[in-house]
């Protein structure tokens, strides 16, 4: 069984996808993670994330076995990973990664913005992940603050309409919701409550 999950920034599509994971012992790909291993890659090399070829070139050297946890999980990160994940070849190169995976035997579930319409659009099932945008801003703050990261609930709000801005409205595989996806919106939901309306439609469509 095949499982696509995707949404926006802190929508909850990541906790819900690792849940399904766990709940059909299914192996799981955060997406997000090699556009944000690309990202570092491209900041510790000197180079701008706008840069078409040097994020090109990081993408295709990237070993994805070897993706450090904490240097890509900072705002920075994220923000410069909405940047390079617009240029086509970066696309292009990351895209190999995620259908090797997305091809395992017995089936898997990715996470990300273009799985359902792009990477997977044959998945078993597919997962639309919404929140407003004022809860999204709240539980991504929470986060990075946990992380001992300084930052006000103002700064994430903007970063999060400029990172929504520039993911939904790029060219190549934007964030939208494929047609035949079902959309589950996490606003009034707890961590359990996302999970268990998550796992029924999964259910429901077996
Ligand atoms: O999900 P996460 O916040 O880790 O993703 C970081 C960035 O990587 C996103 O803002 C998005 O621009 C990009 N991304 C993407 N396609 C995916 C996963 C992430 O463009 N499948």
Do not use: C, N
Request: hydrophobic share 45%.
């Amino acid at each position: 069984m095949l499982i696509a999950v995707d949404g926006p920034l802190a929508s909850g599509k990541g906790t819900i996808a690792r849940a399904l994971s766990a709940r059909f012992g299914l192996p799981h790909l955060d997406t997000g993670t090699l556009y944000r291993a690309v990202a570092v890659a491209v900041l510790e090399a000197g180079d701008d994330p706008a840069d078409a070829g040097a994020a090109e070139a990081a993408a295709r050297s990237l070993d994805p076995a070897h993706i450090d946890e904490t240097r890509i999980r900072t705002a920075g990160a994220g923000a410069a990973a909405s940047i390079v994940s617009a240029h086509p070849g970066v696309r292009a190169a990351l895209k190999a990664v995620q259908q090797d995976f997305a091809r395992t035997p017995g089936g898997a579930v990715l996470d990300g913005r273009d799985i359902g319409t792009v990477i997977a659009p044959h998945a078993d099932v597919k997962l639309f992940v919404t929140a407003s945008a004022e809860v999204r801003a709240s539980r991504r703050w929470s986060e990075l603050v946990s992380r001992g990261e300084t930052v006000t609930l103002e700064q994430i709000m903007s970063q999060l309409a400029e990172r929504d801005g520039r993911d939904a409205s790029r060219p190549d595989a934007p964030l939208m919701k494929a047609e035949d996806a079902v959309e589950l919106d996490t606003t009034d939901m707890d961590e359990g409550e996302a999970i268990r309306a998550a796992i029924a439609i999964v259910e429901g469509a077996r």
